[in-house]
């Protein structure tokens, strides 16, 4: 079964209204029904303590439990962009040039200051780039997770959710190059 916040739950994660501990929140903000409580497993040390803080929220009245939503119906194929065709100029490169390199991804050679906020920029970016096309909804629940993410918990809630995802689609070496860039961008004290 699927996990789902009530309007309940929508009201306690209103700004000013705290009454429920930084991890039951964190659960709260990704109960968007298409994850379980195992799904939860890792981020809260094992599936049994997830087991445990989901039933609380459910017994309280934070939670349901939903059925799994039904695959939406593609009835077109999508339309694939054409590749574009660049004129290459005919020259010869001087001797002094170096030969040429495939740009990196920013993330990977970071050496700047760790910081939640680097953070939540790259998984803004990162929720861009691969729900916001896909899947709006999601992409809308997952930016509304980011916003309220006040600390690092909270935020690798999030990030492992969106990590879930992208290795349904896009399998495990993509989600784990994607995890290591996260783990780069975040200090260090948040992620132990």
């Known amino acids: 079964m699927f996990l789902l916040k009530t309007d309940k739950a929508r009201e306690e994660l209103r700004p000013g209204q705290r ?7 964190a659960l709260l903000l990704m109960a968007d029904g ?6 939860f497993g890792p981020i809260f040390g094992g599936v049994e303590e997830a087991r445990r803080v989901a039933s609380e929220l459910h017994a309280q009245g934070y939670l349901q439990l939903a059925q799994p939503a039904p695959a939406p119906i593609q009835t ?8 574009v065709q660049v004129p290459v100029p005919v020259s010869v490169p001087a001797p002094e040039e170096a030969p040429y390199q495939a740009p990196g991804n920013a993330a990977d050679n970071f050496e700047g200051r760790r910081s939640l906020a ?16 896909r899947d709006p ?14 600390d ?17 689609e896009a399998g495990a070496e993509r989600a784990a190059a994607i995890r290591e860039r996260i783990d780069k961008l975040m200090p260090r004290e948040a992620l132990h």
């Open 19 to 25: 009454t429920l501990s930084q991890r039951e929140r």
């Open 76 to 83: 077109r194929a999508p339309v694939q962009p054409a590749p």
């Open 152 to 168: 690092g918990l909270t935020m690798l809630m999030v990030a492992e959710t969106m990590l879930a995802d992208i290795e349904r």
């Open 34 to 39: 298409r994850h379980t409580v195992t799904d």
């Open 118 to 133: 680097t953070t939540r920029m790259f998984l803004f970016d990162l929720c861009e780039r691969m729900f916001a096309r």
């Open 137 to 150: 909804l999601q992409a809308e629940r997952l930016r509304e997770a980011l916003r309220e993410a006040r």
